[in-house]
């Protein structure tokens, strides 16, 4: 700069907009509209929010195993929660035997948890998965070591909903990208099964897919051949995750460019290697979006199964609010599963960008 | 073709026989099972519902305890099956479960078309008239000019009808959509009648009464849903079963046996107590059960009076009179045929 010779005149910088007032100005009130919306806004709140927490914790209940203090009070009742938690958390498991519950479940987060480490997303994984399931289902199961066997009758609560959940995803992901290659497949077969399929079970609710499992397909079945019912709902599951993911995958597999089919297709790489090296790596990774998107719903979709008399986590809630003395606190139990549904997802959708964001660096496409 | 034919009748015996097969011994595979499966509701008041250690409770868990307690020995080798309105006569007819006891209403129809088989009634029910204590009306007769809370197109508007022109007498009718709202609206006092199943009322009355001792139920009731354990007609060996373990709680509860005092009763000189206990054998051989199958309901489960207390009177959260659900030498309906 010395070197030109010539120097232009130096400024001081631009006045940062910063500090709180400045926040405030830029952010609530930079223009009329936008003034009088925080005023109305400010207006509502000031009204809702005081009642809010009076209700939810001055004058609520924390503790208590008698109805009747509950009904004293003018706030909310959480001691439902706490009277009612095993029943919300395990439905009808043997209550001796909820522990079990408990490992079953911190061993899913753990699992789940540990996959969201990409430094560790290698066949190791996998056989930690593999493992880690059966160790679940053994659990959960028991009839060794003097554990009681416990049949899937009376499963019920947050570890069924994580094995619904992690069976639908582990069952339908493969499936979905198979249904995805087989629409996109040169043989006029398998494309219109494929497409078939996908079309289908994209028409039918998922509440008349369960009905179907749970109802109509024993009486299809020969005398005495049944399969579990929770299996039978599972393979539902399983079956509708598979044909919406399919969709978001086959989005993914148009998005890589013609060109790179050609370029593999031209030096003899065969089908298969094209497919699983070349093809899904970057199809896969392009929807990682709306992969996430069809996970959080097949989490939320397990409340479903309520309506074919399965206790998940709101099957349990709901049973466990029939109890007369405690139905009317109906508001505070939902709150309360409320919450941990919204901490699943919350957390699956906050990773998803995450993953997102590092798996985007370098890319253009 | 005369051959053809007969072959194709064979055949079609053959499977029809082999179908029979598989529905005839309910009683066998419950046995080599080594738990009983009963259908029930799995939210009613009363009837099914899960406390809060997460054990089933209600007078159909009781009946399918009671059964378990006969057959196999043990009231809690059962195993529930939830049902739903839509679920809970496919899922009998596949033999998903052995009894489905989710207060079924015995109807000629399902009893018939649809290949089942009733029990004796473990509940009668009705519409009741449940009104506020302060409105001192002690029969339907004294709800002139009352205001009625009913819902559109129910069994109830019907009954609230009926009854109001056979007395020659006024009504306003209240009518809401929603059984919640419907609720509401009568417990902060919308208006002086509620009518339902009286199980019903009694449930909502424990929701929803802020002190539920000021309601109260009229003497008079109208209609009929009688409610007890169903099975898949064709089995009569189980089909008996079930019969008669409902009225071994009836003729206990008659004869003045209880879980407190069936041991001591094994010593009375009464030879018809002494035959449902099974001092004097016989009853048990004739069903196809052990002698003991009586003595264990009663001291497993409880009688009849035990079980209502428990799950509808007055300790309960629903304190439902006994009504028609007392024995027949009470005012009540229940009658056991002899146990001989």
């Known amino acids: 700069m010395q070197a030109s010779g010539m120097t232009a005149p130096r400024l001081p910088p631009a006045k940062a907009a910063t500090g709180f007032w400045s926040w405030v100005r830029v952010g609530f009130f930079s223009s009329t509209g936008s003034s009088i919306l925080t005023l109305v806004m400010a207006a509502i709140l000031v009204v809702t929010l005081p009642p809010l927490v009076r209700w939810a914790f001055l004058d609520s209940i924390w503790q208590t195993d008698d109805p009747a203090i509950c009904r004293e009070a003018s706030g909310a009742c959480w001691a439902v929660v706490a009277e009612k938690h095993r029943v919300m958390l395990f439905g009808t498991y043997p209550y001796e035997q909820q522990w079990r519950g408990v490992l079953v479940v911190a061993l899913m987060v753990a699992l789940i948890l540990a996959s969201t480490v990409r430094r560790w997303w290698t066949p190791k994984l996998l056989m930690a998965w593999v493992a880690g399931l059966a160790v679940a289902l053994a659990l959960q199961f028991g009839g060794f070591l003097g554990l009681e066997f416990v049949q899937t009758t009376m499963w019920g609560g947050l570890p069924l909903t994580m094995f619904i959940f992690v069976g639908t995803i582990a069952g339908g992901m493969p499936f979905a990208v198979l249904l995805a290659l087989g629409r996109q497949s040169d043989m006029p077969i398998i494309q219109k099964l494929s497409a078939g399929y996908i079309e289908t079970i994209r028409g039918i609710p998922l509440v008349n897919i369960l009905f179907m499992a749970a109802l109509m397909f024993p009486l299809f079945m020969p005398e005495g051949v049944n399969f579990d019912k929770l299996l039978r709902a599972q393979v539902g599951m399983i079956m509708f995750f598979a044909a919406y993911t399919a969709e978001s995958v086959r989005g993914g597999l148009q998005a890589i460019p013609r060109g790179q089919y050609e370029a593999a297709d031209s030096l003899g790489v065969s089908y298969w290697d094209r497919t699983f090296k070349i093809v899904l790596p970057q199809a896969l990774r392009i929807v990682i979006p709306p992969i996430v998107n069809d996970v959080i719903r097949a989490f939320k979709n397990t409340s479903v199964l309520v309506i074919i008399g399965v206790l998940d986590l709101l099957g349990g809630t709901m049973a466990a609010l029939e109890d007369p003395e405690w139905t009317r606190y109906y508001v505070e139990a939902y709150l309360f599963i409320a919450i941990l549904y919204f901490v699943f997802c919350f957390s699956m959708s906050q990773y998803s960008q995450k993953l997102e964001a590092e798996l985007k660096s370098g890319r253009n496409y | ?340």
């Not at chain 2, 072959?7 to 082999?18: E, F, K, M, P, Q």
């Not at chain 2, 209600?58 to 049902?83: E, N």
């Open chain 2, 1 to 340: 073709m005369r051959p053809l034919l007969l072959h194709a009748a064979a055949i079609a015996l053959g499977l029809a026989t082999v179908a029979q097969d598989a529905h005839a011994a309910t009683l066998d595979t419950v046995k080599q099972r080594g738990t009983l499966i009963c259908g029930i509701h799995g939210g009613r008041a009363g009837f099914s519902v899960i406390d809060s250690q997460g054990r089933w409770t209600g007078i159909d868990v009781d009946t399918c305890r009671a059964i378990a307690a006969a057959v196999l020995g043990d009231a809690s080798k059962t195993q529930f099956t939830k049902t739903t309105a839509q679920s809970r006569f496919p899922v009998l007819q596949t033999g998903e479960v052995d009894v489905l006891t989710n207060n079924v209403t015995k109807t000629l129809l399902r009893d018939t078309s649809l290949g089942f088989d009733f029990g004796p009634v473990t509940f009668y029910d009705a519409q009741g008239f449940l009104v506020p204590r302060s409105l001192n009306a002690k029969s339907v007769k004294d709800l002139d000019g009352a205001t009625v809370c009913v819902a559109p197109g129910s069994t109830s508007e019907k009954v609230v009808a009926d009854v109001f022109r056979r007395n020659d007498m006024q009504y306003k009718a209240v009518v809401i959509d929603k059984p919640q709202e419907l609720s509401q609206a009568f417990f902060s006092g919308r208006c002086d009648v509620n009518v339902q199943t009286t199980s019903g009322l009694a449930s909502q009355r424990a929701i929803f009464a802020k002190n539920p001792d000021d309601f109260v139920f009229l003497d008079e009731i109208a209609g009929k849903d009688p409610m007890g354990p169903v099975v898949r007609h064709g089995d009569d060996q189980w089909t008996d079963i079930v019969t008669w373990v409902v009225y071994a709680m009836i003729e206990a509860e008659e004869t003045g046996v209880s879980s407190a005092n069936v041991d001591k009763m094994l010593e009375s000189d009464d030879p018809g107590i002494r035959r449902l206990l099974g001092v004097t054998p016989g009853l048990g051989k004739a069903l196809g059960l052990d002698e003991q199958w009586a003595y264990r309901v009663i001291k497993q489960v409880g009688n009849y009076g035990e079980a209502y207390e428990r799950n509808f009177g007055e300790k309960s959260a629903l304190k439902l009179p006994r009504g028609m659900n007392n024995l027949w030498t009470k005012g009540g309906l229940l009658y056991s045929p002899p146990f001989n």
